[in-house]
């Protein structure tokens, strides 16, 4: 059977303290699977500078430059964001590599599970195999739950994901190719995978405590992330909106009889306190609810405009 080239790409944002370890754990584990037969010999390692302030870059091009073809680095003109960094790699590595797989340079993710993923590709037939954490020990409980919720909630939602599942993955070329189809501009990768629609499995790990630096996924960016990932891929929250209206109208009825029966019974009682309250809540509501058009609305016009993803300014290889 003909060796399949195999491209893994990691997006690199400020992680000079990491990365020489990184570098040596991925370099000693493509060099075996090479040995190994489970990828060819131009197989390659490929890092993706989203605009790092520090060291970074030098870093890669080092690796570059003594790593006998097995390391490529991309630099991107600015901070794209990690998803736009991730498509980066997967529309440079497509041309030459027939399977990819992505990782984030902290190795959170388990590098041991990459040759299980080039066993289903190989030997199951699998395009896309994804990195599924067993547990979720390393993570706070803040984090913990708050994961749980982002899960049950994007499903809820109608937006299909793999649960416990970031962006540790393998991609054929095919599959890639596919997804490159995908032009939108907020990328929400964990949802767009699983609807190319082709053979997946699924590969389990424990997820590892980071080495060195710090993350890159803060409170805000989790935030945001999720309401792209929410509102790229469904629309129910405005239908939401609608329902949320007809329980007010409810409730104003209700409240309409209350105060005719009361004035009917000589109950009435004239004060604020009750209307102000009303006025405050149902104007919270509709606030809530016009930034929710809005949202939509910003990401209509964000895709509208068609602007490029990310532009690149240097390619090592």
């Given at each position: 059977m003909e060796k399949s080239t195999l491209a893994i790409i990691v997006p690199c944002y400020n992680e000079e303290a990491v990365l020489p370890q990184t570098h040596q754990r991925l370099s000693a584990l493509l060099a075996q699977m090479i040995d190994d037969s489970l990828a060819a010999s131009d197989s390659y390692i490929l890092y993706v500078n989203d605009g790092s302030t520090d060291d970074t870059w030098q870093l890669i091009a080092?690796?570059?430059?003594?790593s006998n073809h097995r390391v490529q680095g991309i630099k991107l003109a600015g901070n794209v964001g990690h998803q736009c960094a991730l498509m980066a790699g997967l529309e440079t590595a497509r041309q030459h590599a027939d399977v990819t797989i992505t990782i984030d340079a902290d190795l959170?993710?388990?590098?041991n599970a990459i040759p299980q993923m080039m066993q289903l590709y190989l030997n199951e037939g699998d395009d896309i195999v994804y990195g599924v954490r067993r547990r979720r020990?390393?993570?706070?409980?803040?984090?913990r739950t708050t994961a749980k919720?982002?899960?049950?909630?994007?499903?809820?939602?109608?937006?299909?994901?793999?649960?416990?599942?970031?962006d540790f993955r393998l991609m054929s070329r095919r599959a890639v190719d596919a997804l490159c189809q995908y032009h939108e501009r907020n990328l929400f990768l964990r949802g767009i995978v699983p609807m190319l629609g082709y053979k997946a499995g699924t590969v389990y790990y424990d997820r590892q405590a980071r080495q060195a630096g710090e993350s890159k996924y803060p409170l805000g960016k989790m935030l945001t992330f999720a309401i792209d990932g929410i509102t790229s891929f469904s629309v129910k929250p405005l239908r939401l909106i609608f329902f949320l209206g007809l329980a007010f109208l409810f409730i104003a009825f209700a409240i309409l009889i209350y105060?005719?029966?009361?004035?009917?019974?000589?109950?009435?009682?004239?004060g604020w306190a009750s209307l102000m309250l009303s006025i405050?809540?149902?104007g919270g509501c509709l606030l809530i609810c016009l930034s929710i058009i809005a949202a939509y609305v910003g990401r209509i016009y964000t895709e509208g405009k068609h602007r490029p993803r990310y532009n690149i300014e240097q390619?090592?290889?």
């Amino acid at each position: 059977m003909e060796k399949s080239t195999l491209a893994i790409i990691v997006p690199c944002y400020n992680e000079e303290a990491v990365l020489p370890q990184t570098h040596q754990r991925l370099s000693a584990l493509l060099a075996q699977m090479i040995d190994d037969s489970l990828a060819a010999s131009d197989s390659y390692i490929l890092y993706v500078n989203d605009g790092s302030t520090d060291d970074t870059w030098q870093l890669i091009a080092d690796y570059c430059q003594g790593s006998n073809h097995r390391v490529q680095g991309i630099k991107l003109a600015g901070n794209v964001g990690h998803q736009c960094a991730l498509m980066a790699g997967l529309e440079t590595a497509r041309q030459h590599a027939d399977v990819t797989i992505t990782i984030d340079a902290d190795l959170q993710d388990d590098i041991n599970a990459i040759p299980q993923m080039m066993q289903l590709y190989l030997n199951e037939g699998d395009d896309i195999v994804y990195g599924v954490r067993r547990r979720r020990d390393t993570d706070t409980w803040f984090k913990r739950t708050t994961a749980k919720a982002f899960y049950r909630f994007m499903s809820a939602m109608g937006v299909a994901t793999v649960d416990n599942h970031a962006d540790f993955r393998l991609m054929s070329r095919r599959a890639v190719d596919a997804l490159c189809q995908y032009h939108e501009r907020n990328l929400f990768l964990r949802g767009i995978v699983p609807m190319l629609g082709y053979k997946a499995g699924t590969v389990y790990y424990d997820r590892q405590a980071r080495q060195a630096g710090e993350s890159k996924y803060p409170l805000g960016k989790m935030l945001t992330f999720a309401i792209d990932g929410i509102t790229s891929f469904s629309v129910k929250p405005l239908r939401l909106i609608f329902f949320l209206g007809l329980a007010f109208l409810f409730i104003a009825f209700a409240i309409l009889i209350y105060v005719i029966t009361a004035l009917c019974c000589g109950r009435g009682v004239q004060g604020w306190a009750s209307l102000m309250l009303s006025i405050w809540f149902v104007g919270g509501c509709l606030l809530i609810c016009l930034s929710i058009i809005a949202a939509y609305v910003g990401r209509i016009y964000t895709e509208g405009k068609h602007r490029p993803r990310y532009n690149i300014e240097q390619h090592l290889d």
